[in-house]
């Protein structure tokens, strides 16, 4: 299974400020997946991204609030935008490199906005 | 879309014998993953099973799948100290392959 590289691991971040992270993958894989988990919750898809096009949102999670990239098949980055403390979560991305394995999780990052 | 639920909290005694249950809603349900999540850690998979098939065992892992009553298990035989975690049942079930998740039920291994 595929190998994922997310940082930053966690960070503060003062309200209404905006952070990057990113997420790189050992081998080239077709869709990325970030996800949310809020304390003491579980996962909740914020999108898909896939190289080449616009990211695609669920319910709920906006481009202008959570823009994503993907420049190529191995990286992508998801800005958290004008943070408030609500923010405050885990956010992690995936990859699905085959039924047989699952999708493979990053680390997560662990946002706290004071 | 997927509705998962799975009990919130489970107390076991190291040596015996865990059972987490997870419930769903779509039939169409293809592929069921165990998660499990230690405390600041990220996901690991632990194990799956396909749709077509009613258990699946993996050393001291049990995967049941009762396709009927949209009911799976992961039965985790001699439980350790080491299994104190959140464990998540996940359930890919449209075409995209996007992954529905339960709430999580953390369980707590006693001596």
């Known amino acids: 299974s595929a190998v994922i590289s997310q940082k930053p691991s966690r960070d503060i971040c003062q309200r209404g400020t905006s952070l990057t992270i990113q997420c790189q993958v050992d081998?080239?894989?077709?869709?990325m997946f970030w996800y949310r988990q809020q304390p003491g919750q579980s996962l909740t898809l914020i999108a898909t991204?896939?190289?080449?096009?616009?990211?695609?949102?669920e319910s709920g999670f906006v481009i202008d609030k959570f823009p994503i990239s993907r420049p190529n098949l191995t990286f992508s980055t998801l800005t958290v935008s004008n943070m408030s403390p609500e923010d405050s979560s885990i956010y992690l991305c995936?990859?699905?490199?085959?039924?047989?394995?699952?999708?493979?999780f990053g680390s997560g990052t662990r946002l706290t906005v004071v | 879309g997927e509705d998962v639920e799975q009990s919130l909290f489970l107390s076991v005694r190291e040596g015996d014998s865990s059972v987490i249950n997870c419930t769903y809603t779509?039939?169409?349900?293809?592929?069921l993953y165990w998660y499990k999540q230690e405390p600041g850690a990220g996901l690991q998979l632990l194990t799956y099973?396909?749709?077509?098939?009613d258990m699946k065992q993996d050393q001291r892992l049990t995967v049941l799948l009762n396709k009927k009553d949209k009911h799976l298990s992961l039965r985790i035989a001699d439980t350790q100290t080491g299994d104190s975690a959140i464990y998540f049942c996940?359930?890919?079930?449209?075409?995209?392959?996007?992954?529905?998740f339960g709430a999580g039920t953390q369980v707590v291994v006693t001596p």
């Open positions: 081998s080239q894989v077709t869709m």
């Open positions: 996940a359930i890919i079930s449209d075409s995209w392959g996007k992954l529905q």
């Open positions: 991204a896939n190289q080449g096009s616009e990211a695609t949102y």
């Open positions: 779509d039939s169409s349900s293809t592929y």
């Open positions: 995936s990859v699905l490199t085959g039924f047989n394995y699952g999708y493979t």
């Open positions: 099973i396909f749709s077509n098939m």
